[in-house]
């Protein structure tokens, strides 16, 4: 089991920044990757950036360039720095942690946090 908190949503203006956190506890070993979600309003969850274990990233073309995903391992802590924030940004935002364990993968979610970008 990975325990998932979340922590860094909030209210800014088009153009602004926000910072992301997502801290994880228990069988922290077996993840071996870790990444960022988002749902807004009448839409289904989308990927926003994920980042492995070895440290290689991926990103939806929506954000790239404006986001960024970072880990920091001593405190088992995913980042995710928002930067250029645009209206369309604005939805729930989950943190995601997959495990891989004798060969079968299991996703934790956090309890997900509001981000709105709104004048």
């Known amino acids: 089991q990975v325990q998932l908190v979340e922590s860094g949503g909030g209210l800014v203006q088009p153009g602004g920044s926000l910072r992301l956190s997502c801290a994880a506890s228990g069988n922290i070993f077996s993840i071996y990757v870790r990444g960022w979600y988002r749902q807004a309003p009448g839409k289904e969850r989308e990927l926003v950036a994920i980042?492995?274990?070895?440290?290689?990233?991926n990103y939806a073309d929506s954000v790239k360039g404006r986001f960024t995903i970072s880990k920091d391992n001593a405190k088992d802590t995913v980042y995710l720095q928002m930067n250029s924030l645009k209206p369309e940004d604005t939805a729930v935002y989950y943190c995601?942690?997959?495990?891989?364990?004798?060969?079968?993968?299991?996703?934790?979610w956090g309890q997900g946090t509001q981000v709105t970008v709104s004048s």
């Open positions: 980042i492995f274990t070895g440290g290689g990233t």
């Open positions: 995601n942690h997959r495990t891989l364990v004798a060969g079968q993968t299991s996703d934790y």
